[in-house]
């Protein structure tokens, strides 16, 4: 069982939770007037996020959502709310570039440069998918997201990762653009994003599973 994770002292700090925290929030919510917002389909993951914010609980519900690739597609799954109220979106917005309130976001994450892994981990909980291309025995790893900008901001975090993550050009998608880490790199890339996360809880186990899995199978 991971350890839970307590709530930072400065949501806007530099620590593994605020990083890991604050990309969910850019991969799947929103900083409005008043409110975060960040989205999860894995109720532990719902709890710790809940945990780093000091927010009192997560929502549940059924929702119908698109597949990613294809919004004609949908299916139908829960999924947990965890919301902080306060200033602190007004904060982050503009402390990280988070898009507030329906206006554009600058997505700057220099701040929490010492903790890209978590950061990229969260992101890749938030907008990413993760599956196994049984017709090649291959990992696919992909980001998808409504903002080309915060895609960018992805790509170039892989960039700078230490381990070797090349990936395609962006393309357009019924839900906005995506783009896909090359199959021969994303086990690497996999290993390097969850290696040491059993010891803070700062990952969704679902999403950890599934991706591990994956890896498994192709090798």
């Known amino acids: 069982m991971s350890v839970e994770t307590g709530a930072p002292k400065d949501m806007l700090a530099a620590h593994p939770e605020t990083a890991y925290f604050w990309g969910r929030v850019a991969g799947d919510g929103e900083c409005e007037d008043g409110c975060v917002t960040v989205r999860t389909n894995d109720e532990t993951a719902a709890r710790r996020l809940a945990s780093i914010a000091g927010a009192e609980r997560a929502d549940r519900r059924i929702v119908e959502r698109a597949y990613a690739h294809d919004t004609s597609i949908t299916r139908k799954e ?17 402390a990280l570039g988070l898009p507030f309130d329906g206006d554009s976001g600058g997505y700057r994450f220099d701040a929490l440069a010492d903790y890209d892994r978590q950061l990229l981990r969260g992101l890749l ?67 390097w994003l969850y290696e040491g996360s059993e010891g803070t809880g700062l990952f969704a186990p679902s999403r950890r599973r599934k991706l591990r899995k994956s890896i498994e199978r192709a090798r």
């Open 78 to 94: 829960e999924e947990f709310t965890v919301q902080v109220v306060g200033g602190l979106a007004d904060r982050a917005s503009a």
């Open 125 to 191: 909980e938030g907008c990413g998918t993760v599956c196994f291309k049984s017709d090649d025995n291959a990992v696919g790893i992909s980001f998808v997201h409504s903002d080309e900008r915060l895609l960018r901001t992805v790509q170039t975090l892989l960039d700078r990762c230490p381990v070797d993550a090349p990936y395609d050009d962006l393309s357009e998608t019924s839900s906005g653009y995506w783009f896909g880490v090359e199959d021969d790199a994303a086990p690497a890339l996999g290993d």
